[in-house]
């Protein structure tokens, strides 16, 4: 009997990469799928653009089209925030899931700061820096926030410490820990240093707000009272009245009167918004944001964030992350009235590259260096605005234009993609052939040497159906192997839910996919001893 080939380790890559033209470098090829894009910040200095992933780490652009990945030593890719020193251009800090990060040569290389942090040995997740604020007034102070996404890694022992250095990142010291019994609720989402008072922070959590004032040698808090609204995801403080606090939400579980089948029956959803304060966060009220008062989502997901453009006091924008809202709001009377800032509603309706996740901006950033440079992320696109959001350009994966109707959809890579490969096989008889496997989003292949990518549609729903009785745009790609002897016969096993994993065979390199019989529903291990 003739074994198969496999002809690539099939251990679980972070990242699809090919050799570069320098010696010892790699470039990043994409087209990437399965991770998702959580931050976003141009440069106050130049027109440079970083974006923070889950997985990818962190990308550099310097010409707002094209990026580098720049992850040396940057120890945990999983990337929460960014914050540009205000002064200097080539100083640049991160805050990542495993504590923060810095640049002396502005964003080109990376060096990890935990000195003062809690050891990685003593906590499961000690030092995820969610939260950035840099003393305007003194560039060398800054504050490190402990907290993680809406709802994540809740076994963090470190939740709601405050960490203050004074030599512009190099060493830490925690000054405050905001004790509670549920330290869930004290993952800081934000730190604002007040612009007339640099010894005052307003600090918000998931479930607070504090005020912290530094008054004789020594840090005091004071709670805000807020509506109760379980989950808070961003507070913004008008820059010439700092009385003025806009606030939002989103609340998990929210249950909710509907009739189903002729009956009245609560439904568990979620309900998302803005509040406003006139008084310092004395009192609150309600703001109406969302489109056509739909204030309720079963997706769970809602307004992620506040952005204030740097010279205008009176306008902000919330940016929703969730699919049935064009994804950004914008206000100009400092939140009494609301209108969309995506005009271009095409730009955010694409969902031919991944999975559905389209409409919803996780991150948004305007530039300081100029104004109408706008861009947004959701999970897995890039979006920029050259206009002031009148238009929007996807950045990421660009889809290429067809040389005839009937060719599939080919994109290219600009160097950001979320990369979740899994596997991948290159064609012994033409190199430029690969064909690779993904988290998430299943099965592309590249016949130009990683120049464009194409996605194989029909993998994800041929003989799913059968399978599992609806369609299945999830699951990983586990394996690919080809038939030595068959050169346009290949093989391969997907995981597609809770365990289960169904192998799939394909005549036609890749074109159209079978289920072969009684290969469903088993734990499948293919290797180079597997016999034919």
């Known amino acids: 009997m003739k074994k198969l080939t496999l002809l690539i380790s099939t251990i679980a890559l972070s990242f699809f990469a090919f050799a570069d033209e320098e010696i010892n470098s790699w470039k990043n090829l994409g087209p990437g799928g399965g991770g998702w894009y959580r931050c976003v910040a141009f440069s106050p200095h130049e027109q440079k653009?970083?974006?923070?992933?889950?997985?990818?780490?962190?990308?550099?652009?310097?010409?707002?089209?094209?990026?580098?990945?720049?992850?040396n030593d940057v120890t945990n890719t999983y990337i929460q925030s960014i914050k540009y020193h205000p002064t200097n251009p080539q100083i640049i800090f991160l805050g990542t899931q495993g504590g923060g990060a810095k640049s002396s040569d502005g964003g080109e290389t990376w060096t990890t700061k935990r000195s003062g942090f809690a050891n990685v040995e003593i906590f499961e997740k000690p030092a995820g820096v969610r939260a950035l604020a840099i003393d305007s007034n003194n560039p060398d102070i800054i504050y490190a926030g402990i907290g993680f996404e809406l709802g994540k890694n809740a076994k963090c022992q470190n939740y709601g410490c405050i960490y203050k250095s004074v030599d512009c990142g190099e060493t830490w010291t925690k000054i405050i820990s905001i004790d509670?019994?549920?330290?869930?609720?004290?993952?800081i989402r934000n730190i604002i240093i007040d612009p007339n008072d640099s010894n005052k922070l307003y600090v918000l959590t998931e479930g607070n707000l504090f005020i912290l004032n530094f008054q004789n040698n020594q840090w005091t808090i004071t709670e805000k009272t807020i509506p109760d609204q379980r989950n808070y995801t961003c507070l913004a403080i008008k820059r010439d009245n700092t009385n003025v606090m806009l606030l939002s939400f989103v609340n998990k579980g929210f249950l909710v009167e509907v009739v189903q089948?002729?009956?009245?029956?609560?439904?568990?959803?979620?309900?998302?918004?803005?509040?406003?304060?006139?008084?310092?966060?004395?009192?609150?009220?309600l703001l109406d944001i969302l489109i056509a008062n739909q204030p309720y989502d079963s997706s769970g997901k809602g307004i992620t964030g506040i952005v204030q453009p740097p010279s205008d006091n009176d306008t902000f924008f919330a940016h929703f992350h969730k699919d049935n809202f064009n994804g950004i709001r914008k206000t100009t009377d400092s939140g009494d009235t609301w209108s969309s800032a995506i005009n271009d509603i095409a730009a955010t309706g694409d969902k031919a590259v991944w999975c559905g996740w389209v409409k919803g901006a996780t991150a948004f950033s305007i530039s300081p260096y100029n104004s109408a440079y706008m861009c947004y992320v959701n999970d897995m696109h890039i979006y920029l605005s050259e206009n002031g959001g009148d238009s929007w350009e996807r950045i990421s994966s660009r889809k290429l234009q067809k040389n005839y109707p009937d060719e599939p959809d080919f994109y290219e890579s600009s160097g950001a993609d979320i990369l979740c490969a899994t596997c991948m096989m290159i064609d012994p008889d033409n190199p430029q052939n690969m064909f690779l496997g993904y988290m998430d989003v299943a099965f592309w292949s590249t016949y130009d040497g990683g120049k464009s990518f194409r996605k194989h549609d029909n993998f994800y729903y041929y003989g799913l159906k059968n399978i599992l009785n609806k369609k299945n745009y999830y699951g990983d790609v586990e394996r690919i192997i080809h038939d030595p002897d068959e050169p346009n016969i290949l093989y391969t096993a997907r995981e597609l839910t809770q365990g289960q994993t169904v192998v799939f065979k394909s005549f036609d390199s890749g074109e159209t996919w079978s289920t072969p019989t009684g290969m469903t529903n088993y734990q499948v291990k293919l290797n180079e001893n597997d016999e034919k």
Do not use: C, M, P, Q
């Not at 653009?49 to 992850?71: C, H, K, P, Q």
């Not at 549920?182 to 993952?187: D, E, I, L, V």
């Open 261 to 285: 089948n002729g009956e009245i029956k609560e439904v568990e959803k979620y309900k998302t918004g803005i509040l406003k304060s006139i008084d310092g966060g004395t009192t609150w009220t």
């Open 180 to 187: 509670s019994v549920n330290t869930a609720k004290h993952s």
């Open 49 to 71: 653009l970083l974006i923070g992933g889950d997985v990818n780490g962190i990308a550099l652009s310097t010409d707002l089209a094209n990026f580098r990945l720049r992850n």
